[in-house]
């Protein structure tokens, strides 16, 4: 009887057992259904998601500079006031050039920065980056024609009187050594070669050909500095970024710097020895045009500091409108003083080393310190950026500064700055660079960005090679490029499931561990 009791109660567990696992097979298929009858969103388009930047506001510039900004931006159907901005700084600081620099430290003032920046607007064709850009370029170009090329018709026909002068004491000097007087013959050509050496070159800010060759012999002439301005940044950057051009490469670096100096040597022509080069970038490149420079940068195939001479980068994805408005006659009046003031420095040949004001230098003792404690707390790439942020901000308070004196001073021919860089200029080129940064976030995040767009791209097209109701396991198992490892699988499925391509479902409990599966959006099929 005892027997036959136990071997009931046993019958009677195997068959609990099995309606368990059949209740439990029946819940799961029945969750199965009820989430696949869930009403499902339509997917969304699948495009990178980039860190937000800092917007441009008035605390970051000079009035006269923010207002003209926002003026001119506004003219070309609201475009990016950002794009306006980043080229007059970098045209101000052209024109300025080896005129004036800033040794911003209390006690060091060994450590002096000049001004050359570099400067590229990003954003793909509809958002008027040419015309933008251009803003700054035709300030230069004015004070140009106002300024410069006055000065370069008299410098061209004192030339002409100097080089007639050379001739005929070279003449005279050849005289004497057929006489046979040596002496005489060495102190004229001596008086020959000092006037030459006083012959000014032609001054011309701006150039487009950008040949090694050329900007040298460009510099030459030009030896407070110049701008290289490409309305497409794309050509002259993939040469310069070449495996075969390192030399060119290596030129453009040194020259960023505003006071290296520089020989070249050619067969074909004299020698040429700069005792410093000073060169500015100006251009606009669309999104997809600058891979191949961060690629190599972040491969360390070409981290050899380039990258961080663009220092004034902007990324924009502003929202145009059609707008119909002239320019403030006020305001371009007053750029364009301004603008003159700064080309004046080199013709009346001021040369100054500016200080920050007592007020300042306290800020700046403040900040400096500060910013190294955040560079190093960021990674490698952002710290490379980070690392030329002192002499940055250092040479946006000089421009700041010299564009404030420039606005009040009347007389742009009699311009001589303080040589002082006050509270105000310094706070603004500390705010303004916070706007950069957030720009160099932006745009450092495109190439991973962008390869994480190419990898869920990819995982939408071979879902249909994965079950009805998949596993992550089973996408690993797959090893698809970008998807080898379960934390890239994991977050692919995230970003899927967040645009609405998959939903994820727990079917049922073991322990305490959930069995986790992946529909798929019946839409995708459709």
């Avoid at 370029?137 to 007639?164: D, G, S």
């Avoid at 006489?179 to 487009?208: H, M």
Wanted: charged share 25%; proline share 4%; net charge positive.
């Amino acid at each position: 009887m005892k027997y036959a009791t136990k071997v009931f109660f046993a019958i009677s567990n195997v068959f609990n057992s099995r309606d368990k696992k059949m209740d439990k097979v029946g819940r799961t298929a029945k969750k199965i259904v009820n989430e696949t009858e869930k009403p499902w969103p339509n997917p969304e388009p699948i495009k990178p998601s980039y860190s937000p930047v800092i917007r441009l506001t008035k605390n970051m510039l000079p009035n006269v500079l923010f207002n003209y900004s926002k003026d001119q931006a506004y003219r070309f159907n609201d475009a990016s006031s950002e794009f306006v901005v980043s080229s007059i700084i970098t045209c101000a600081s052209a024109l300025i050039g080896a005129s004036c620099k800033i040794a911003p430290k209390q006690k060091d003032k060994r450590w002096t920065v000049t001004q050359a920046l570099w400067c590229f607007n990003i954003g793909e064709p509809s958002l008027l980056k040419t015309p933008t850009t251009r803003v700054g370029v035709n300030l230069v170009n004015f004070a140009q024609n106002e300024v410069i090329n006055p000065n370069n018709i008299i410098r061209e026909n004192e030339a002409k009187i100097k080089e007639k002068q050379i001739k005929a004491l070279s003449a005279q000097a050849y005289d004497e050594l057929e006489s046979g007087d040596e002496e005489a013959a060495q102190l004229l050509f001596e008086q020959a070669s000092k006037l030459k050496d006083s012959i000014e070159p032609l001054r011309n800010v701006i150039t487009n050909d950008c040949t090694p060759e050329a900007l040298v012999i460009h510099l030459e002439s030009n030896p407070n500095g110049c701008l290289i301005v490409r309305d497409e940044l794309h050509g002259w950057l993939s040469k310069v970024i070449s495996s075969d051009n390192t030399s060119e490469r290596s030129l453009y670096t040194e020259a960023f710097e505003g006071s290296n100096s520089y020989s070249q040597k050619r067969i074909t022509r004299e020698k040429v020895d700069l005792a410093a080069m000073h060169v500015g970038v100006l251009g606009c490149i669309q999104p997809d045009r600058l891979r191949p420079l961060l690629a190599g940068r972040s491969n360390g195939e070409s981290n050899d500091g380039f990258y961080e001479r663009f220092q004034l980068g902007i990324f924009s994805n502003s929202q145009m409108k059609y707008t119909d408005s002239l320019t403030c006659e006020a305001l371009q009046n007053k750029m364009e003083h301004i603008f003159c003031c700064l080309a004046s420095l080199k013709e009346q040949n001021i040369n100054i080393c500016a200080n920050f004001t007592p007020e300042a230098q306290l800020v700046w003792n403040q900040w400096a310190p500060e910013q190294a404690e955040k560079t190093i707390a960021e990674t490698t790439n952002m710290q490379s950026v980070m690392g030329k942020y002192p002499s940055l901000v250092a040479k946006l308070s000089l421009v700041f500064q010299l564009i404030t004196e420039a606005e009040s001073h009347s007389d742009y021919n009699t311009f001589s700055p303080t040589g002082d860089v006050s509270y105000s200029s310094l706070k603004q080129a500390i705010f303004f660079s916070e706007l950069l940064l957030s720009n160099n976030r932006r745009i450092q995040e495109f190439v991973s960005k962008n390869n994480e767009v190419d990898v869920i791209n990819q995982l939408v097209n071979k879902l249909e090679k994965l079950p009805a109701q998949f596993s992550l396991r089973d996408l690993q198992r797959k090893g698809w490029t970008g998807l080898k490892t379960s934390e890239h699988c994991r977050k692919a499925l995230s970003q899927l499931e967040s645009l609405g391509y998959i939903r994820k479902v727990n079917l049922a409990q073991q322990g305490q561990k959930s069995i986790e599966r992946f529909l798929k959006n019946p839409k995708l099929s459709g």
